[in-house]
T-cell receptor, first 116, second 112 residues
Framework: KAGVTQTPRYLIKTRGQQVTLSCSPI?????VSWYQQTPGQGLQFLFE???????NKGNFPGRFSGRQFSNSRSEMNVSTLELGDSALYLC???????????????FGPGTRLLVL | KNQVEQSPQSLIILEGKNCTLQ??????????LRWYKQDTGRGPVSLTI?????NTKSNGRYTATLDADTKQSSLHITASQLSDSASYIC???????????FGKGTMLLVSP
């Protein structure tokens, strides 16, 4: 069974630009969550989608948005990029939504975004 | 405020030795606690998930313990191998909120 895939793996953008990242979950998984990882803040939750609906959102500005398609693939968009958005963006999939259950999340390799 | 604190920040041990990583949390109401292993340049991989009623859970050479009264968890690695060199992240889920609070991780280096 193929794991979680994320594209692109690396990306360089300049301030003010926008970026779209893609995540394909494990086949059969309908829940996709996105996380931002930086050396200073560690891992932080962005949002979670299940069956094309956003179920939960972390404490990030409105410049961060996402969506999920009918095939469970998900995209994350960041508009008006700032230097502080440089980070590793991880997505994770699971068969059921929510992390208040004993449901294992499977992480992708991440997209490393550098904003210049 | 929900917080997860991990110690030590980094650790170097010799191959074959055992080590224990610590995690203290203030997340409430508590749902479950997870330990992840993250190799450099890769996404985290789940090691264990424990609920309130579980004291110990093992995954091969990894054994996690949970004391819900003191809000502490530990991850014990037995007979360390070079491939255990990674960051180990403690993550706590709050009941009913579907969000995770992450620790900053412990960077483990196993030296030959």
């Amino acid at each position: 069974k193929a794991g979680v895939t994320q594209t692109p793996r690396y990306l360089i953008k300049t301030r003010g630009q926008q970026v779209t990242l893609s995540c394909s979950p494990i086949s059969g998984h309908r829940s996709v969550s996105w996380y931002q990882q930086t050396p200073g803040q560690g891992l932080q939750f962005l949002f979670e989608y299940f069956s094309e609906t956003q179920r939960n959102k972390g404490n990030f500005p409105g410049r961060f948005s996402g969506r999920q398609f009918s095939n469970s693939r998900s995209e994350m968009n960041v508009s008006t990029l700032e230097l502080g958005d440089s980070a590793l963006y991880l997505c994770a999939s699971s068969s059921l939504p929510g992390t208040d259950i004993q449901e294992t999340q499977y992480f992708g390799p991440g997209t490393r975004l550098l904003v210049l | 405020k929900n917080q997860v604190e991990q110690s030590p920040q980094s650790l170097i041990i010799l191959e074959g030795k055992n080590c224990t990583l610590q995690c203290n949390y203030t997340v409430s109401p508590f749902s479950n606690l997870r330990w992840y292993k993250q190799d450099t340049g890769r996404g985290p991989v789940s090691l264990t998930i424990m609920t309130f009623s579980e004291n110990t859970k093992s995954n091969g050479r990894y054994t996690a313990t949970l004391d819900a009264d003191t809000k502490q968890s530990s991850l014990h690695i037995t007979a360390s191998q070079l491939s255990d060199s990674a960051s180990y992240i403690c993550v706590v889920s709050a009941n009913g909120y579907s969000t995770l609070t992450f620790g900053k991780g412990t960077m483990l280096l196993v030296s030959p």
